[in-house]
């Protein structure tokens, strides 16, 4: 069974960075796509960045220029490095894994638990 599981998060000063690490386990034949999510209380989820197969990221308009991804294939972890933060960046961020279990097989998709990321001013 595939788990996911986000750390990295903490407190830091506006203007300041954090890595996000997003390990997965258990057994699956590939990853599809990979994104990061945010949730704040009372406002809607929003998406941080999406990453399909062919390499393609997309990044919201919010963080462009700040953000950045990466993958680590042999330890099956994806980073969120994320830099210049600032007070609206502080949320729980959420890792989404989309992957397949077998060569033509139907897809899945797993979110981590999130981890809490704060920026003060």
């Known amino acids: 069974q595939v788990q996911v599981a986000e750390s990295g998060g903490g407190s830091v000063q506006a203007g300041g960075s954090l890595r996000l690490s997003c390990a997965a386990s258990g057994s699956f034949f590939s990853v599809d796509a990979m994104a990061w999510h945010r949730q704040v209380p009372g406002r809607q989820r929003e998406m941080v960045t999406t990453t399909i197969s062919n390499g393609e990221t997309e990044y919201a308009d919010s963080v462009k220029g700040r953000f950045s991804v990466s993958w680590d294939s042999a330890k099956n972890t994806a980073y969120l490095q994320m830099t210049r933060l600032k007070p609206e960046d502080t949320a729980v961020y959420y890792c989404?894994?989309?992957?397949?279990?077998?060569?033509?097989?139907?897809?899945?998709?797993?979110w981590g638990q999130g981890t809490q990321v704060t920026v003060s001013s």
């Open positions: 989404l894994t989309i992957y397949r279990t077998t060569p033509s097989g139907r897809r899945y998709d797993m």
